[in-house]
């Protein structure tokens, strides 16, 4: 092969390159800000329903003592996916090129946060159902809101498909590197 033409190979290889980890970037702040706004949504979670601790009915009484030990489960877990999303940020999947160590986490934490938020979706889904079928008419200016239960479905929906996007587009970028004949372990410093 002439000069020219591995240059021009090597070239459109960078370039496939460049584009995989501006979306890899891309990928892991998105599963960073989506990790924070769980946490914040947990955080926040049963503001919406401590009316039904003070003006409510023992039925509503009951629900809310369910949705707190929920939320609770629920906080836990968030803490624990913006832990796992600080160490994402810590292997730099975002700024150098991927190491093993980085494209091992990626699916472990994809896994371990999946099998976290199938959990709460159900429970959301139940909690929600038994919070529409409930008897507000006790409660004069209670205006019944699902809004909570619903971020939180779509929200836990949005990471799993994220992090499913990022294990993918980091192993094809891991694999285009060693390709390349990049190290396979990166260098930490």
Do not use: W
Request: glycine share 6%; charged share 15%; hydrophobic share 50%.
């Amino acid at each position: 092969m002439s000069p020219l033409l591995l240059h021009r190979e090597s070239k459109g290889a960078n370039n496939v390159e460049k584009y995989l980890m501006k979306i890899q970037a891309g990928l892991v702040y998105s599963v960073v800000t989506v990790s924070a706004l769980i946490f914040v949504l947990y955080l926040g979670f049963m503001t919406q329903y401590y009316v039904l601790f003070y003006d409510g009915t023992d039925e509503l009484y009951e629900l809310y003592k369910q949705l707190q030990v929920f939320n609770k489960e629920a906080f836990t877990v968030a803490l624990h996916i913006v832990l796992l999303a600080v160490i994402l940020m810590s292997f730099q999947l975002s700024k150098y090129r991927p190491g093993l160590l980085g494209v091992i986490y990626v699916p472990v934490m994809t896994i371990y946060i999946s099998l976290s938020s199938f959990p709460l979706l159900d429970d959301l889904s139940k909690y929600k159902g038994g919070y529409l079928a409930s008897d507000f008419t006790s409660m004069e200016e209670y205006i019944p809101s699902t809004l909570a239960f619903d971020i939180g479905l779509i929200i836990h929906y949005v990471q799993v498909s994220l992090l499913i996007s990022l294990c993918i587009v980091a192993v094809i970028t891991f694999v285009q590197r060693v390709r390349e004949g990049h190290p396979i372990i990166r260098k930490f410093i």
